[in-house]
Structure formats: C-alpha cells, structure tokens
C-alpha cells in the first residue's frame, strides 16, 4: 500500500496539499494518507473532517513521514521532510526552482525524485493540476 504523507505549511501558507475530498479519492484508489495534525486549520479543514474521508491523523510531521512513499506539499519541502521518504518515494510541491538555487541543491542531495507542480503543462487535459490557475 502507497503511504502519502500530507504536512503543514509555513507559517504564512494557507492552502493545503489536499482536501478531505482528495483523501477521499487517495483512499478509494487504495491509498494511505496520513495528515500531520492540524495541516489543515488555516483551510478551515480540521482533523476531523479528514479523519470522516480514511486519512490518519499524525501527531507530528516526523510521524507523518514515518514509512511514507509520498509527499505532497503546497510550498517547498525542507530537506529533513524529503529525507524521511523512502528512499525511492517522491515529493510533490511548488518548488520556485529558480528562487533558492542552494535550497534546491540541498533537496536534490537527498536523492528523493521532486516534481514541481508550477512546471505541469497548462492544457486542459492537465488542468486540474494547475497549480498557477487554480489558486
């Protein structure tokens, strides 16, 4: 089973990777998702409301990540997050690649496989995607 791990954002972040209704989907498609706790709050989604959709709650991001094959971020992951993946896993994030060169260095370092979400084509096939459009 794929375990997906959804953390919290900065401080100053608002959005979450994921809404209880994607939990939902993740699941149904045999997912494990595992929400750190309160990833949510500041997108009005408590705990609860993906707890009600099959995801697990962590009392932390390092519990969140423990065994995780997946990260899906808003806002660039830092290098620990990306670093407890597995090994092959992956992190799905805005990355700003050309912002930070040496904090994007610093992710590669970590061998994990990072897809920025701002490079997906913009064509409607791939429009639920977009992260520029939709936000």
């Given at each position: ?8 954002e900065s401080a100053e972040e608002t959005r979450v990777s994921v809404s209880p ?86 992710l590669t370092a970590t061998g994990r496989t990072l897809f920025a979400m701002e ?9 639920s995607m977009d992260v520029l459009s939709s936000q």
């Open positions: 089973m794929v375990r997906i791990a959804v953390t919290a209704e994607t939990v939902k989907k993740l699941v149904g498609l045999g997912c494990e998702v595992v929400v750190q706790s309160g990833a949510g709050l500041k997108s009005r989604f408590a705990d609860a409301l993906f707890e009600a959709q099959g995801a697990k709650i962590a009392g932390s991001a390092a519990d969140a990540l423990a065994g995780a094959d997946i990260l899906l971020k808003v806002g660039r992951p830092t290098p620990e997050e990306l670093s407890a993946v597995a090994a092959d896993g992956f992190a799905a994030a805005i990355l700003n690649p050309f912002d930070d060169r040496p904090g994007l260095d610093a490079f997906m084509p913009r064509i409607t096939r791939a429009q």
